[in-house]
């Protein structure tokens, strides 16, 4: 018998060849590759967002309305999405996002008036991106790993990372050599690129090619996968209401909203102008925030091989105080160059920017079951509600005061109660086999 899970399926046919490789890793692959895809279309509006406004004439306002309505739905579409995987397959729902993803960019060179642009990249692009979100995340590990959940979340999530360090560069060069035309059927193009391996790649559940669940074990099987019947809004909705009446969903909401309102809802949004109010170069600024997204892959990579061994409240409850503690020091840490000080801030910061994601999946799946994707669908979209209230927030903030200070220090106190949560959580009771099956 090999020695490790990875070079083999626990229960083969004698006729069937154990493949070296698990299928699982296969499928972790895939979609690493399809949310590396999506990621492109975050990075697109910020770019283009200039030349629209130099061709049409439109408000930088009127085209931030279709990235708000792409953000909210983001956020708020994943729940739907984990239903729609859990009623129909993870395939045919990635093969729908990654078709809404290439027809709502690429439409974009014919469109002539503004509602346009909502429709298309509000829409359909926000829609397709919530779908390949931190539910997918969840759903995938949930069904085809049992061992190394917690690293294969941090790598998926830091996916969102590499993709926009990726297609960030490429966009802003065709942008500023062709126009915005060339960048938008690019990204729409990858989308087209990845369907292939999705639908070559990608299966439902290892029970449907006759396998087991990476690292299963006759003490811990593989999640059997019970037909769904219902409509997958009423599955959503219910996972809601039923994960609403629990304190756990509360504490891990409340703190999913906090890490949004102190990562894309503030920093992400506010860093580059609050650094250049200091007379740091736009250019400066903006090269020390994409260093965050390099420094992220390494943080939520490591945070998913530590979710597989530590406690993943205190996990939680170490990522919330470190960065509040950093966002209250930053305030002192501007300047119009770039000192050794705003450098470790960087990197610090970096390593924590997503690396809450990993623990807070796992914790999800400790308390919620077979019903952890929905429900972490659920608190993903809290993440959004922070990040959109601390943007507009942060905002007020600086026309108020003329200086971004209160908006750093409040939410590094934000991240400090969010530590408070973390620990309030209770820890998991040890779901038996039968009551997983039972969900």
């Not at 995987?85 to 996002?97: H, N, Q, S, Y």
């Amino acid at each position: 018998m090999p020695s490790s899970p990875l070079l083999r399926a626990p229960h083969p046919s004698p006729a069937r060849p154990r493949p070296r490789i698990h299928r699982a890793w296969w499928v972790a692959l895939a979609g690493f590759i399809a949310m590396v895809g999506a990621a492109g279309f975050r990075s697109v509006p910020g770019v283009l967002i200039g030349p629209l406004h130099d061709e049409f004439g439109w408000s930088h306002g009127t085209i931030g309305v279709a990235v708000s309505i792409n953000l909210v739905l983001y956020g708020l579409f994943s729940p739907f999405a984990a239903a729609l995987m859990d009623r129909f397959g993870i395939r045919p729902v990635l093969t729908v996002a990654l078709l809404l993803l290439a027809t709502g960019g690429g439409l974009t060179v014919f469109m002539t008036e503004v509602w346009h642009l909502w429709l298309l990249w509000g829409l359909l692009v926000g829609v397709g991106a919530g779908s390949i979100s931190m539910a997918f995340i969840a759903t995938l590990v949930n069904r085809w790993f049992v061992a190394r959940r917690g690293l294969v979340s941090g790598v998926l999530t830091a996916a969102g990372a590499a993709g926009q360090l990726i297609f960030l560069p490429a966009v802003a060069w065709l942008a500023t050599n062709y126009g915005w035309r060339l960048p938008a059927l690019f990204v729409a193009g990858t989308a087209l690129l990845v369907l292939p391996l999705v639908i070559y790649a990608v299966r439902d559940h290892p029970h449907e090619i006759g396998l087991e669940a990476f690292g299963a074990t006759e003490d811990e099987p593989t999640q059997a996968r019970a037909p769904r019947t219902g409509n997958a809004a009423t599955m959503a909705l219910s996972s809601l209401f039923e994960a609403a009446r629990t304190r756990t969903f509360w504490l891990l909401a409340g703190g999913f909203a906090v890490c949004g309102a102190s990562t894309n809802g503030l920093v992400g949004t506010h860093f580059v102008p609050a650094a250049h109010d200091h007379g740091m170069p736009l250019t400066a600024a903006a090269s020390l925030l994409a260093i965050v997204g390099v420094v992220d892959i390494i943080g939520t990579i490591g945070s998913g091989f530590l979710t597989d061994r530590i406690d993943p409240r205190i996990l939680l409850a170490v990522y919330y105080t470190l960065r509040g503690l950093s966002l209250m020091a930053l305030p002192a840490l501007f300047g119009p160059d770039v000192q050794p000080s705003m450098w470790a801030f960087i990197i610090f910061y970096g390593l924590d920017w997503v690396a809450t994601v990993p623990p807070t999946v796992a914790l999800c799946q400790q308390h919620f079951g077979e019903k952890a994707p929905m429900v972490f669908g659920w608190v993903f979209a809290s993440h959004q509600i922070g990040a959109a209230v601390a943007a507009t927030g942060a905002g007020l903030i600086r026309d108020i005061h003329g200086s971004y200070d209160f908006a750093w220090l409040g939410a590094g106190a934000l991240c400090l109660v969010a530590t408070a949560f973390s620990l309030l959580i209770p820890r998991a009771r040890q779901l038996t086999p039968q009551a997983v099956a039972a969900g």
